[in-house]
Structures are given as C-alpha cells and as structure tokens.
C-alpha cells in the first residue's frame, strides 16, 4: 500500500512538476505577446508618421508641379516676345539693306554725274 502512496506521490509531484512549467511558459508567453503587441503599436506609429510624410510629399510635388507648369508658361511667353522683337529686327535691318542699297545707288549715279559735268568742264 506504501507503494502505491509512493506512486501516487509521485505521479502527483510529476503533475505538479507539469503544471508549474505549464505556467511559466504561459506566463513567458503572455510577455511575448505583450512584448510583441508593443512592437505592433510601434509599428503602427511609424507607420502613421510615414503616412504623414507621405501626404506632406505629395502635396510638395503637387508645388512643385504647379511651380514646374508657371515656368513653362513663363518661358513660352519669353518665346514668343523673343520671336516677336526677332522678327522686328529682321524688318529692321531689311529695311536698312534697302536704304542702303538705294544710298549707294544714288551716290554712284552723283559720282557718274559728276564726273561727266567734270568732264564737260574740260
């Protein structure tokens, strides 16, 4: 009967020896996920302020683009005041080409005329 105290005992103490590991594993278990579930808050802030940087991005390439779209619109007006004056020169000095032309003209039709009234004061 001794024995069968002693088996019991035994069996009793290695139920014990069970339960008590049993606990501490879910109590290590229940740090982990304590553990991890601080981490996922963690995550989920970082996650949020990349988020913000996100809009905040978004919103300076909108800038930028509106930036980009004024300059263009500035260089196209440059464009064509540039073409413009461009095309005033060019009159300009075809207008020049012809009166000198025409200056030359006449100062050698003088010249020719001069030399002949010399001529004929000889």
């Known amino acids: 009967m001794e024995e069968r105290f002693d088996k019991m005992e035994n069996m009793l103490s290695q139920l014990?020896?069970?339960v008590g590991s049993m606990k501490a594993e879910q109590t290590e278990m229940k740090a982990e996920q304590a553990e991890m579930k601080a981490e996922l808050t963690g995550m989920k802030?970082?996650?949020t302020g990349m988020k913000a940087n996100q809009e905040e991005m978004k919103?300076?390439?909108?800038?930028?683009?509106?930036?980009q779209e004024e300059l263009k619109d500035t260089v196209n007006i440059?464009?064509?005041?540039?073409?413009?004056?461009?095309?005033?020169?060019?009159?300009t000095l075809k207008t020049l080409v012809s009166d000198q032309d025409f200056?030359?003209?006449k100062a050698?039709?003088?010249?020719?005329?001069?030399?002949r009234y010399v001529k004929q004061q000889n």
């Open 59 to 67: 919103k300076d390439i909108a800038k930028i683009k509106a930036d």
């Open 16 to 18: 014990i020896q069970m």
């Open 103 to 105: 200056i030359w003209k």
């Open 45 to 47: 802030a970082e996650q």
């Open 78 to 91: 440059f464009k064509h005041e540039n073409e413009a004056a461009h095309q005033k020169m060019e009159e």
């Open 108 to 115: 050698v039709q003088n010249e020719r005329d001069i030399a």
